[in-house]
Nanobody, 119 residues
Framework: QVQLVESGGGSVQPGGSLRLSCATS????????MGWYRQAPGKQRELVAQ???????NYSDSVKGRFTISRDNAKNTMYLQMNSLKPEDTAVYYC?????????????WGQGTQVTVSS
């Protein structure tokens, strides 16, 4: 059973920074892709950033230039560095990992961590 555990959420003022971590119970290279999603109250969950085993990254337009996704293979941990935070970044942030085989696609999710940006 794969487990993903997020940490690092909290409350911060606009313009501040936070760093989220996602620790996995599985070897990180076994995932075809990992990413961060977020869900604000009353809104659908949306992709924030993705990273492949080759460290190819993809960002949503709303966070491009402010957020940085990275991974530490030795620690089996993924990170999201969030700078210049805005009130609209307020949401529950979820870690996601995808593992594909020839016949199945498995999606794994963390429990979520709250990020609140407010003055």
């Amino acid at each position: 059973q794969v487990q993903l555990v997020e940490s690092g959420g909290g409350s911060v003022q606009p313009g501040g920074s936070l760093r989220l971590s996602c620790a996995t119970s599985a070897t990180i290279f076994t995932f075809n892709s990992m990413g961060w999603y977020r869900q604000a109250p009353g809104k659908q969950r949306e992709l924030v950033a993705q990273i492949t085993p080759a460290s190819i990254t993809n960002y949503s337009d709303s966070v491009k230039g402010r957020f940085t996704i990275s991974r530490d293979n030795a620690k089996n941990t993924m990170y999201l560095q969030m700078n210049s935070l805005k009130p609209e970044d307020t949401a529950v942030y979820y870690c996601n990992a995808i593992r594909r085989s020839l016949t199945t696609t498995q999606n794994y999710w963390g429990q979520g961590t709250q990020v609140t940006v407010s003055s």
